[in-house]
């Protein structure tokens, strides 16, 4: 089965910049979507950015202006470009990809911002 899996994550002070990369492990077929979404300790996971397959992007408010999700030239990749980063975007960051049958997650990179 196709595996999705990130890298990137690290510790970082504020103000400063990481790229996270996702790949997955084989070619996946029909995908209507890839996406980042993070989860902090005691809260829910939520949505960080996400690219259609024609390239359309949309970002949470909270990161509009800051990061910045992109395609690889082989369609079974994503990166998210992470800018000015606040002790808030302290996360779990997991990569996602919705195909037409089935949806897959990364186990997630973490990524601690120090004040």
């Known amino acids: 089965q196709v595996q999705l899996v990130e890298s990137g994550g690290g510790l970082v002070q504020a103000g400063g910049s990481l790229r996270l990369s996702c790949a997955a492990s084989g070619t996946i077929f029909n995908v209507n979507h890839m996406a980042w979404y993070r989860q902090a300790p005691g809260k829910q996971r939520d949505l960080v950015a996400i690219i259609t397959d024609g390239g359309t992007t949309n970002y949470a408010d909270s990161v509009k202006g800051r990061f910045t999700i992109s395609r690889g030239n082989a369609k079974n990749t994503v990166y998210l470009q992470m800018n000015s980063l606040k002790p808030d975007d302290t996360a779990v960051y997991h990569c996602?990809?919705?195909?037409?049958?089935?949806?897959?997650w990364g186990k997630g990179t973490l990524v601690t911002v120090s004040s």
């Open positions: 996602n990809a919705r195909l037409i049958s089935t949806t897959l």
